[in-house]
């Protein structure tokens, strides 16, 4: 995921909105490796979003996760995957000043060459808005 700027850090004001890129399995079904994600930053987290946050042992690293509760001391966080580890259950609770932003829209790139057919249907689904999904917060909560 890129990086946010030095200026940024410096105490600038984030923009409103930014691009992160899905890396790795953590968030299956939901994202997949290579999707982009179109990022809302400095609003209100609720259960059941996609957020971004700063990684709390290694807070250069950018991570995907749902935010599935509140918790004393911030948000416990969880990929949607349970078998890719690297949220809440290694790390606990996350800070609230490590979550970024919310995930509005997933875009997932073209895939090389492809067939008419195949185009129309890759633009039907390239782009989808991420609401929030309290059914899997509350199956992910019960882990």
């Known amino acids: 995921m890129p990086e946010l700027s030095q200026e940024t ?9 930014g691009l992160a890129e899905v890396t790795g ?40 996760k749902r935010a599935v509760e509140r918790r004393e001391g911030g948000w416990w966080v969880l990929g949607d995957n349970p078998y890719a580890g690297g949220d809440s259950t290694d790390y606990g609770v996350v800070p609230e000043e490590l979550i970024l932003g919310r995930a509005v829209l997933r875009y997932r790139p073209p895939a090389g060459r492809r067939s008419p057919l195949a185009l129309v249907r890759w633009v039907l689904s390239a782009a989808r808005p991420l609401l929030s999904d309290r059914s899997a917060a509350r199956r992910l909560r019960a882990r």
């Open 9 to 17: 850090e410096r105490g600038r004001a984030l923009p409103p909105f």
């Open 25 to 64: 399995p953590s968030m299956v079904p939901t994202l997949h490796h290579g999707d982009r994600l179109l990022l809302r930053y400095g609003v209100p987290v609720r259960p059941g979003r996609i957020v971004v946050l700063r990684h709390p042992f290694q807070q250069d690293l950018l991570v995907v």
